[in-house]
Structure formats: structure tokens, C-alpha cells
């Protein structure tokens, strides 16, 4: 799995969710990211753990303090990570 992959993921992911409703319509955007979690669902548990590790990895390089909190969410927005395993 590669880092670059996640970076653009989990970025795309952000970039759709912290924009305004008048600029991307949610009806259209929103089947888009359920298919992205849908796919990701069939990934294998270790997989799925590895993929949600890159995109904190991300975050962690982030420079802006609310797309690095949106990044760091990301993980669980896409159904890598259940908040309650922590």
C-alpha cells in the first residue's frame, strides 16, 4: 500500500467534506464517498488498520490545524477504525 495513494485519498476525502454544499451539491458527492467506504470495507482488517495508519501519517504533516484535524478524523469517516477500539 503505498503512502502516496493514502495522501491523495484521505486528502480528496477532506477537500469533498470541508467544502460548502453550494459548491459541490451533497446529493451528488455523497454516493461517491459511499462507495469509497464500500470498497475499503472489503479490504482485510490489517489492511484497512495500515491504510488508516498512512492517512494519520498524512495528518501528521499537515501544516493547516483544521485539515489536519479533518485528516485525522478521516480514518474513522471511511470506516477504517472504529472509534470505540480505541
Do not use: F, Q
Not at 3 to 15: E, F, G, P, Q
Not at 24 to 33: E, Y
Not at 55 to 82: C, F, M, Q, S
Amino acid at each position: 500500500m503505498s503512502i502516496t495513494l493514502a495522501d491523495a485519498l484521505a486528502n480528496l476525502t477532506v477537500s469533498i467534506d470541508m467544502t460548502d454544499d453550494e459548491d459541490v451539491d451533497p446529493d451528488v458527492c455523497v454516493p461517491w464517498l459511499e462507495d469509497v467506504v464500500d470498497k475499503l470495507g472489503r479490504l482485510s482488517t490489517d489492511d484497512r488498520h495500515r491504510l488508516a495508519r498512512m492517512i494519520r501519517e498524512v495528518a501528521g504533516r499537515e501544516p493547516d490545524a483544521r485539515r489536519r484535524a479533518a485528516l485525522l478524523e478521516t480514518p474513522y469517516h471511511l470506516g477504517l477504525e472504529d472509534p470505540d477500539d480505541e
